[in-house]
């Protein structure tokens, strides 16, 4: 299928939103986002795959960025019509025996919270192959999706338009007591759906945000797949993700994938190419 449909209407709100009435970025955050450098969270990992835990390690890279609204990438420069986005790419890092996963994924948020992610691109790549699934907000969302799985092959559909889970990961950055809690349909992460080899459709979902001492707790639990993820961050701006950790059944058994957080930094890190940019990843932990 090739798409050629356009969205002439990106600055009106998505009426799929799971965000209250009114409600708008958090207190100080041009301040904490604008300051030319990203934010860099590591993570001590523990990832369910083939029924084992594997240790590894994950990184959130949140970075503020302009979009442009038709091509949906990375502007090169300055523009009216650019949207302004939080875009997190986020990566795991694990081995399975004998070889390694390397997966990521990047979702692209409007700051304005008037509209769900503009855009999200997952991709795994492990020893037995590659699998990529893309979705662009359009019209309706449109999905690419290609593997070397046999059920997973190549396709390419339309959704209609419900609130992403992946996209949470941005609003709870851009203002967690924004986020409406309820009953949605939802799409759940890329990751899931890929790796549990499960058809890319909205799902339903319970979506609940709560105080718990010194963090807000968000979670999101698929009574259908028997999945719930729970997120924990500080309590004040920026609201810094602390730990996740995600329940899952499969045949009858429970599994869980863990993350605790390491250390924090910020980093215009696309200028620290040079052997001495090493020093940065000795501070996160990861070398």
Not at 231 to 236: D, G, Y
Request: with cysteine.
């Amino acid at each position: 299928m090739l798409f050629c449909t356009k969205n002439n209407a990106q600055n009106k709100e998505d009426i799929t939103l799971p965000i209250k009435k009114n409600k708008h970025k958090h207190v100080g955050f041009s301040e904490y986002w604008y300051r030319g450098k990203a934010e860099i969270t590591s993570y001590e990992l523990i990832q369910n795959r083939y029924g084992e835990l594997r240790k590894g390690k994950a990184v959130n890279i949140f970075v503020t960025e302009d979009f442009l609204p038709e091509k949906q990438v990375k502007a090169d420069g300055l523009n009216e019509n650019n949207i302004p986005i939080l875009k997190l790419n986020a990566t795991k890092n694990f081995v399975t025996g004998i070889y390694p996963y390397s997966l990521m994924t990047s979702t692209f948020t409007p700051t304005s919270l008037l509209k769900n992610a503009i855009k999200i691109s997952y991709s795994s790549q492990e020893w037995c192959g590659n699998t990529y699934i893309q979705l662009n907000n359009r019209e309706k969302y449109q999905i690419h999706l290609r593997s070397y799985f046999e059920t997973n092959s190549d396709t390419d559909f339309l959704l209609n338009k419900v609130p992403l889970e992946n996209d949470f990961w941005n609003l709870l950055r851009i203002n967690p007591k924004a986020i409406k809690t309820g009953n949605y349909k939802v799409i759940p992460s890329f990751e899931y759906l890929a790796l549990q080899h499960k058809e890319v459709k909205p799902y339903a979902a319970v979506i609940l945000v709560i105080k718990k001492k010194n963090y807000l707790v968000f979670s999101i639990e698929y009574k259908e797949l028997d999945r719930k993820l729970i997120i924990s961050l500080e309590n004040k701006p920026p609201y810094i993700i602390e730990s996740w950790i995600e329940n899952f059944s499969k045949s009858g058994t429970t599994y869980t994938n863990s993350a605790k957080r390491i250390k924090t930094i910020q980093s215009a890190y696309w200028n620290e190419k040079g052997e001495n940019g090493l020093k940065y990843r000795k501070e996160l932990g990861l070398y």
